[in-house]
């Protein structure tokens, strides 16, 4: 139990890219407070290596558009904040959201949602269902989308990025990440990348859902975040599904990504919407977005001789 009279923010994000969104946007919303907030997520390597040392409520997977698990996460997710003394929530999405956001306010918090990067031609379904309730602020990062009643523009992360022309160097260590969403693969990419990829180059491989048990490579469903890290910043080019956690990483470490949107009609997700964080990101030329089937070893090139840099 808190302190008597010590309240905290809660910062509530599904894994993957969402969470990495939050722990950026933390810091921006809590300036004086971020480091004492109470975290509420789902426990994999990813959220364990992120948040190990910190306050953290764990709760089962809550899978998109899964109803029935919003519900019966609900219970648990308010106790959480009521015994955490928690007096502000924020999320990032995505349906892990709909958990703490809608009641916040019974137990004294009051919420706010800041879509996804990802979402550069309009909400998910998470944020059309919270823009409905009057009591939840809701933020895009994209001035466009500001509508003046429910949706509203303050910052964008993609502002604090920046790139440069650097040598072009020897493609040797190549780091392949299709994110870990379940349950979608992305063999398509898999094996685009074995037919491109220059002879001899060192591939490491995060699989997530992909089943690549035929094929002699050695594939890892999930890389703790801090190797996962050290992966970006060893490699000459990282190849990603469209996924703005990877995407945030990569700045983070100096590199532009080859960014790979997955496709709906090839099974790969749920919808399109890994196409919008890639038009946006190629457009400032903070990665090159190709499409599966139309990667290049030219692709991989150009994107090795560029650098990124935070410059906010």
Known sequence: MPRPGTRRPAFVATTGGHLVQMSLMGPLVEPDRHEDALWITH????SESMLAGRRVHFVPMVDARDWGAVLRRTPSVLAA???HGVDRVYSTGAAVALTALPLAPLVGARPAFYESMAR???PSVTGSLLARLPWIPC???????????????ERSLLDTFGVDDAPEPEISRIFVTLGTARPWGFRRLVDRVLEIAPPGAQIVWQTGATDVSDLDIDGRDVIPDAQFQEEIERADVVISHSGCGTFIRCMEAGK???LVPRRAAH?????????QIAEVTAARGLSIMREADEL????????AARR???TV
């Open 43 to 46: 426990r994999t390597p990813q």
């Open 120 to 122: 550069s031609t309009g």
């Open 139 to 153: 933020y895009t990062h994209y001035p466009a989308l500001a509508d003046g009643r429910r949706w509203r523009f």
């Open 81 to 83: 904040l009521r015994r």
């Open 296 to 303: 290049t070893l030219d692709d991989l090139r150009l994107a």
């Open 308 to 310: 990124a840099a935070v």
């Open 267 to 275: 099974g790969e997700h749920v919808d399109d919407h890994q196409e």
């Open 256 to 258: 532009v990504p080859v």
